[in-house]
C-alpha cells in the first residue's frame, strides 16, 4: 500500500539535499536515496579549494554567467546568493566575500556545514538511506533499485525529486545513470559533454616534459570573439584554469562541429603594444632575446610558449614579436574528459520540464541540479544553481504533495 505524502530524492548532494529540507519543512515525509556510501561527495571534494558556495556580484550580472533558459533564472531568482549565505549562516557557518567577490564559509571547508546539515534533516525527519542504487522509474511514482545487501530496494513515493548529478567525477557518485533511468519515458536529453575541463593541446615533447605545472598568470584568453583574464596552468595534455573554464562553451561548439577549436592568448594585457615594443627595445641591441623577453616580464613557461607558436622566434621582427605576445595562437583538438571535469554540460532539456521544473512526461516526477541542461563556470555558480534549482524543485513537489492524490 502506498503511504500517502511520501516524497522521495534520489541523490545526496547540495540540490538533493536541499528539496528534502524543503518537503520536510511542508511537513512531508522524506526518503532520500544516494548510491554512494555517503551523501555529498563531490560537495566534500569541492571544500578542499574552500568551498566557493557563491558570487557576490549584483543579480543581473550574476545571472549572465550562466547558459541556460528562463527556467534557471528563475530558480536563482527565487534562491539568490543572500538566501545561499543566510541558510549556511542558519546552519552555524556564516560566510564571507574574498576580494574577487567570490563566497566562501569562514571555517574554508564543507565537513562542517555539511555535518550540521545532515544533523538538521535528521531532526526534520528526514531517511537517509545510503548505497541504495536506483534501477528503475514507473509512471506510477515507483522506484525499482537494489539496497546495500543486494535485496530490492522498491520504493513507492507521492512525489519524487530526481537530483542524480551529471557525469564528472564519476567516482564521487554522478556517472550519468540517469540518461538509461529516463531513457524508456522518451525524455528528451541533451548528450553529457565535460565542462569547466582542461583544453587539449599537442604541445612539443620538450614543451610538456619542462612547463607542466607551469602558472600563467594575469592572460587574457580569446575565443569566439570573447575575452576573459585570469590564470592558467600548464598541464601535460593542454591548459587547465578559470578562461578556459568560462570560454567552454564557445570551444565545445566549435570541437563539436569536427574542426579544432582556435584561441588566442594576451601574455601581457597590461600593456598595449606600443609600450611593449619600448619594454623590449630598453634591453639595447646586444641583449639576447631571452634577457629582452625576461626584462619585458615574461616568464620562462611564457616564454616556451612563445616557442611553441613561433619555433623561429628568434628571426621574428619586433614588430612580430609584439603581435605574437599579445595575440599568440593556440589550437585546442578536445576536452579533459568527464572523469576530470568540474561539471557537466548538457542533461534534461527545457522541452521535458515545466516551470516548476516537473517532468512533462512524469506527472509528479521533479528534476534538479545537473541533471537539467545548464551550464556555468566556475565562481561560486555552479553551487549557487544546485542549490537553487534543488529548492524550486522542493517546493514544487511539495505543492503536489499538498495537493494529495492526483488522477
Not at 44 to 72: C, I, K, S
Not at 271 to 291: F, I, K, P
Not at 329 to 346: F, N, Y
Amino acid at each position: 500500500m502506498v503511504t500517502r505524502r511520501h516524497g522521495v530524492v534520489v541523490g545526496g548532494g547540495p540540490a538533493g539535499l536541499m528539496a528534502a529540507e524543503v518537503m520536510a519543512r511542508a511537513g512531508h515525509r522524506v526518503t532520500l536515496l544516494e548510491r554512494m556510501p555517503q551523501v555529498g561527495r563531490k560537495l566534500l571534494m569541492a571544500g578542499r579549494g574552500g568551498l566557493n558556495l557563491t558570487h557576490g556580484e549584483a543579480l543581473d550580472q550574476f545571472l549572465g554567467r550562466y547558459q541556460g533558459d528562463a527556467w534557471l533564472a528563475a530558480a536563482i531568482r527565487a534562491f539568490p546568493p543572500d538566501a545561499l549565505r543566510a541558510f549556511a549562516a542558519d546552519l552555524g557557518q556564516p560566510t564571507f566575500v574574498g576580494s574577487s567577490g567570490r563566497i566562501f564559509p569562514e571555517a574554508m571547508k564543507s565537513s562542517p556545514l555539511l555535518r550540521l546539515w545532515l544533523a538538521r534533516l535528521g531532526n526534520l525527519g528526514v531517511t537517509v538511506q545510503t548505497r541504495h542504487h536506483v534501477t528503475g522509474l514507473d509512471a506510477g511514482l515507483v522506484l525499482h533499485g537494489r539496497r546495500a545487501d543486494g535485496t530490492p530496494g522498491d520504493i513507492a513515493a507521492d512525489a519524487i525529486v530526481l537530483a542524480m548529478g551529471g557525469a564528472s567525477w564519476p567516482r564521487l557518485g554522478a556517472d550519468g545513470n540517469f540518461v538509461e533511468l529516463l531513457k524508456t519515458h522518451a525524455i528528451d536529453i541533451a548528450t553529457l559533454e565535460p565542462a569547466n575541463c582542461g583544453l587539449v593541446i599537442a604541445w612539443s615533447a620538450y614543451f610538456q616534459a619542462r612547463f607542466a605545472g607551469s602558472l600563467l598568470k594575469n592572460i587574457t584568453v580569446q575565443a569566439g570573439g570573447k575575452s576573459l583574464r585570469g590564470e592558467l596552468v600548464v598541464t601535460a595534455s593542454g591548459l587547465e584554469g578559470g578562461p578556459v573554464y568560462a570560454l567552454g562553451p564557445i570551444l565545445r561548439a566549435a570541437l563539436r562541429q569536427g574542426h579544432p577549436a582556435p584561441l588566442w592568448l594576451d601574455l601581457r594585457p597590461d600593456q598595449s603594444a606600443a609600450e611593449l615594443t619600448r619594454r623590449l627595445a630598453r634591453s639595447g641591441a646586444g641583449a639576447s632575446l631571452a634577457t629582452k623577453l625576461r626584462k619585458a616580464g615574461f616568464t620562462s613557461a611564457a616564454q616556451a610558449l612563445m616557442r611553441e607558436a613561433a619555433p623561429s622566434l628568434g628571426s621574428l621582427s619586433p614588430a612580430a614579436l609584439v603581435t605574437l605576445a599579445k595575440h599568440l595562437p593556440l589550437t585546442a583538438h578536445a576536452t579533459t574528459g568527464l572523469d576530470r571535469a568540474i561539471s557537466t554540460a548538457g542533461g534534461v532539456k527545457t522541452s521535458a520540464i515545466n516551470d516548476e521544473l516537473m517532468l512533462k512526461a512524469l506527472p509528479g516526477v521533479f528534476v534538479a541540479g545537473e541533471m537539467l541542461d545548464w551550464d556555468a563556470p566556475t565562481g561560486g555558480y555552479l553551487l549557487q544553481a544546485c542549490f537553487a534549482t534543488g529548492a524550486r524543485a522542493g517546493h514544487a513537489a511539495a505543492r503536489w504533495l499538498d495537493a494529495g492524490p492526483q488522477p
